[in-house]
């Protein structure tokens, strides 16, 4: 019997990168009659430097983050993918898209962007993808192309 995957779940942050994973994890779904969830984590360590601003700056992530979602979900449903559905989560980004999001959502994919990070960046911050390849219990596909399989040109 040929594999078929049930929930694919696809990391988006408003990036370029992850744009090119969400257009395709709507066709991936579209072709496996899958159910899509869209997954946005607002990284809860970036607030804790600034204080004051503390609400204020994560009620406007949250804000972007439930705006960034509903425009993706209805790219999704205008293509043609039946069952999508999103989530929000708080914390360290790593840890939730690699284990807590698939494992309470009984993920089979996850569908990532390539990282934009330099080599320095990698070395004292670690990829999201890397973490997350090196950790998930379910198949992982980082995207680094377009829907023609090209390599999107560099903005400079």
């Known amino acids: 019997m040929e594999q078929q995957y049930k929930k ?19 066709n ?39 705006q960034t979602l509903a425009d993706y979900e209805n790219y999704a449903k205008e293509s043609g993918c039946a069952h999508v559905s999103k989530v929000i989560e708080y914390g360290a980004p790593k840890m939730m898209i690699a284990m807590q ?3 309470e959502n009984k993920i089979d994919l996850i569908m990532l962007g390539a990282t934009g990070l330099n080599a320095v960046e990698r070395l004292f911050i670690g990829s999201v993808s ?12 980082i995207v680094r192309t377009d829907l023609d399989n090209q390599l999107p040109e560099e903005n400079e």
């Open 8 to 26: 694919i779940m696809v990391a988006v942050d408003g990036s370029s990168e992850a744009e090119l994973a969400f257009k395709k994890a709507v």
């Open 101 to 103: 999001i698939p494992e």
């Open 130 to 141: 890397e973490y997350v390849i090196r950790n998930a219990s379910c198949d992982v596909l």
């Open 28 to 66: 991936v779904a579209k072709r496996n009659d899958a159910e899509l969830l869209l997954a946005h984590v607002i990284d809860t360590r970036a607030f804790q430097t600034v204080s004051s601003f503390d609400n204020v700056l994560a009620e406007q992530a949250t804000e972007m983050a439930k």
